[in-house]
């Protein structure tokens, strides 16, 4: 019998990184054009993982207080188990006949020669996995029902994980997402089942919206060339939050400013003009962008963590040079920054600067929104 190919699209953010952490905080993802691809096929007695990069990376453990832990950078596989461990909760619990498979895993979302370009594809593996498991058992969950499973299997591993990287692997194009309350999902999963939380006021607070892209913007993406763990970055800027707590409730509510700006200015609220003309000329989402990079310098100052690194400064510096706005993509620490450039823009200037200071331009377009199903 044939295979299930499905493949699950990488991300970035473009606004609300590190609020969006705390459930019902907005920001702004978009899905893109590169991708990571699970292949389901149906196997008699037993199931497997296989992938060439997957299997070649790294897994790491530390000797703690309470014997030996994992590195909290997880492993790509332990996305994957969770995605299956959930449908499978899910199967059990519908009355599905249960069957084996095997899957195998091709990742276009890491550098080839193994280091990440921080593209989400530990959302995308996992996206693409619950995708291939519904059809392969025919849940029809819908773009919503696969969001939602997806995001119970995320949590299980990465528990303060915002999830806004899994929804816009799911959605695809631009997207305004609040993070639910992940405790409360946890409590519910557990209390209910996996059946009875999806769709259930357990998700209260959370939102996903289409966005407009914006008209007479160009996006382009810098890749610094190092990579950073997110987990760490979070924790880090969680330690240092809870010991200035009124300062992160100014941060939070100047975040949800710049990320309402920019929802505004692709036309989504109420109030909006029309359809993504980004505040007419660009300036409100420009200005929105550059306001949330301060915000997350004076959080990274104030937290004791790099967010905006060396070489994330120069790529941005150089953006604003050109009259564009640009800001680190994600927790920052490395990886990728983000830039969105009005057409009169020099953006060959902006290019040559990143080439001088061996800042990667990675051609990387928008994913274009799935269908509602
Ligand atoms: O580093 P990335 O691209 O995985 O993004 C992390 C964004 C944070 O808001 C810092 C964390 C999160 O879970 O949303």
């Given at each position: 019998s044939g295979a299930i190919v499905v493949r699950a699209p990488g991300k970035l953010f473009v606004a609300g990184e590190y609020a969006v952490?705390?459930?019902g905080e907005p920001s702004v993802l978009i899905a893109v054009d590169r991708y990571l691809t699970v292949s389901l096929t149906e196997s008699v007695d037993a199931g497997s993982i296989h992938s060439p990069e997957y299997s070649r990376m790294p897994v790491r453990w530390t000797r703690g207080q309470d014997g030996l832990t994992l590195d909290r950078?997880?492993?790509?596989y332990d996305y994957v188990i969770a995605a299956i461990e959930a449908s499978e909760r899910l199967r059990a619990e519908r009355g599905l006949h249960p069957r084996f498979f095997d899957l195998h895993i091709e990742s276009?979302?890491?550098?080839?020669?193994?280091?990440?370009?921080?593209?989400g594809s530990s959302a995308a593996v996992t996206v693409a996995t619950i995708a291939a498991i519904d059809e392969f058992y025919g849940f029809e969950l819908g773009t919503r029902g696969r969001y939602e499973l997806a995001m119970l299997a995320t949590i299980a591993v990465a528990p303060n994980a915002s999830g806004g990287d899994v929804a816009a692997s799911t959605y695809g194009g631009w997207i305004g997402y609040r993070s639910p309350d992940r405790d409360r999902l946890r409590a519910a999963r557990s209390a209910h089942g996996v059946a009875a939380v999806?769709?259930?006021?357990?998700?209260?607070?959370s939102e996903i919206i289409r966005l407009a892209p914006p008209v007479g913007l160009e996006l382009l993406v810098g890749w610094t060339g190092h990579p950073a763990s997110t987990e760490r970055l979070v924790s880090g800027v969680s330690r240092g939050t809870n010991v200035t707590g009124d300062a992160h409730a100014g941060f939070l509510e100047a975040s949800r400013d710049c990320v309402e700006d920019l929802w505004r200015a692709l036309a989504v609220l109420p109030d909006a003009g029309a359809p993504g003309d980004a505040g007419s000329d660009g300036t409100l989402a420009l200005d929105a962008i550059r306001r949330n990079r301060r915000l997350l310098q004076a959080l990274g100052e104030r937290t004791g963590v790099t967010i905006e690194t060396e070489r994330l400064r120069i790529l941005c510096d150089a953006a604003e040079a050109i009259g564009a706005a640009g800001k680190p993509s994600g927790?920052?620490?490395?990886d990728c920054g983000i830039v969105l450039a009005p057409a009169d823009a020099d953006v060959a200037g902006l290019l040559r600067v990143w080439e001088t200071n061996d800042i990667r331009h990675l051609t990387i377009g928008v994913h274009p929104p799935e269908g509602d199903n």
């Open positions: 952490v705390s459930p950078e997880h492993h790509p276009g979302l890491d550098d080839p020669s193994g280091r990440k370009f921080g593209l999806l769709g259930s006021d357990a998700w209260n607070g927790a920052g620490g490395g």
